[in-house]
Structures are given as C-alpha cells and as structure tokens.
T-cell receptor
Framework: DAGVTQSPTHLIKTRGQQVTLRCSPK?????VSWYQQALGQGPQFIFQ???????QRGNFPDRFSGHQFPNYSSELNVNALLLGDSALYLC??????????????????FGQGTRLTVV | GEDVEQSLFLSVREGDSSVINCTYT??????LYWYKQEPGAGLQLLTY?????DMKQDQRLTVLLNKKDKHLSLRIADTQTGDSAIYFC????????????FGSGTQLTVLP
C-alpha cells in the first residue's frame, strides 16, 4: 500500500502565476482534505472533497480551488499566487464512510506534502 | 485566541519520560489527535482519543484527556533520540468529519 502520495514534492512559482498540486489517497479511502502549513505553524484546513464535491471549507479565498476525480484522487489549484502562499501543502485521506452517508471521525493519514515557494 | 494551544519547546534526556501538553477550546470536539512531524516530512499519526475516554495507552505512548479542563497530554515513556520531532495536537469538530484544527506544535528535543 503506497499510502497517501503527493506530487510534485517541490515547486517554485512566480507571483501572479497559477499552480496545481496533486494527491492520491490511501487505498480504500474516499475523502481527501487539503491543508496549508506555513513555516513554524500548524497545518490550516483549506477544504475537503468527498464524492467529487467540496464538502467543507476553511478560511481561504476563492483563489484556492480543488477537484476530486472518480478514482478519489484530488487536485488543489491556486490562482494569482502571492508571496504569502509559500508553504507546505499537505493532503490527508480518510477511510470510506461507515454507511448511510454518515462520516465517522477516524484516522486521517497525511502525505509528505508539496513545498511551494513563490518568488 | 488560538483554538488549540501548545507550548513551543520541550527538552528531555534520553531515557526520561516526555509530557507534551495541549489545551483546546471547543467543547464539542469529538476526537483529539497527536501527530509527529520530522524535518522536511509530512505528518505521522501517532494516536487519537475519542472524547468520551479519559486515557488511552499504546506501547510507549499514553494520552490523557481532561474534558472538564479541555486539556490533553501525550506522555512518551523511555524517550529516544528518534523521538526528536515536532508534535502537533489536533481536534476534530463535531459534525465536521476529518476537518482537523491543529495547534502550532511542540518541538521535542531529546538530549543524549
């Protein structure tokens, strides 16, 4: 089992550009969440995808958008990059729901992250 | 103020016990988690505790939860140099599956 995989591992972009980060969840997981971790800080929740729809969203501007594909993999897109977007972007995946559409709070497994530097 | 608070630094001698503390504000938190992050790496889930429990033990790790005071602690027995890392406490809010709110992390340094 490959666990949660993210690509690329590192990325350098210029202010104003757009970036796409990718995440493949752990086998058997259907929910993907994205977090931003600035240097010296804890991760901040960006949004969560389940059944190809955004289900929860944190306090991030519309420049941050995402997508989930039928195979449960996910992309995070950031438009009009700012210097302050430089951070480690983490993807977390969680197991299939217990049934009846009810999410059970269980383990969330994280990938190694994508280090984004905006210059 | 912060939703989840942790002290920033902790140093212990190899072989001693480490206790990392965390306080949270949301009384509706359902699960509380401890994650470990080594330099340049992602987050490794160490353990978690459901809010109706007050203690959970897993090998060298003991989690204590005081729900009245909204205080969570992680005790690492027989701390080793490989335990040096940043430890994050996180809570999940009721009705928000897997949306975790993290503290700023505690840097644990294990001295030989």
């Amino acid at each position: 089992d490959a666990g949660v995989t993210q690509s690329p591992t590192h990325l350098i972009k210029t202010r104003g550009q757009q970036v796409t980060l990718r995440c493949s969840p752990k086998s058997g997981h259907d929910t993907v969440s994205w977090y931003q971790q600035a240097l010296g800080q804890g991760p901040q929740f960006i949004f969560q995808y389940y059944e190809e729809e955004e289900r929860q969203r944190g306090n991030f501007p519309d420049r941050f958008s995402g997508h989930q594909f039928p195979n449960y993999s996910s992309e995070l897109n950031v438009n009009a990059l700012l210097l302050g977007d430089s951070a480690l972007y983490l993807c977390a995946s969680s197991p299939k729901t217990a049934g009846q559409g009810i999410h059970m709070n269980t383990e969330a497994f994280f990938g190694q992250g994508t280090r984004l530097t905006v210059v | 103020g912060e939703d989840v608070e942790q002290s920033l630094f902790l140093s212990v001698r190899e072989g001693d016990s480490s206790v990392i503390n965390c306080t949270y504000t949301d009384s509706s938190s359902t699960y509380l988690y401890w994650y470990k992050q080594e330099p340049g790496a992602g987050l490794q889930l160490l353990t978690y505790i459901f809010s109706n429990m007050d203690m959970k033990q897993d090998q060298r790790l003991t989690v204590l939860l005081n729900k009245k005071d909204k205080h969570l602690s992680l005790r690492i027995a027989d701390t080793q140099t490989g335990d040096s890392a940043i430890y994050f406490c996180a809570e999940s809010r009721s009705g928000s599956a897997r949306q975790l709110t993290f503290g700023s992390g505690t840097q644990l340094t294990v001295l030989p």
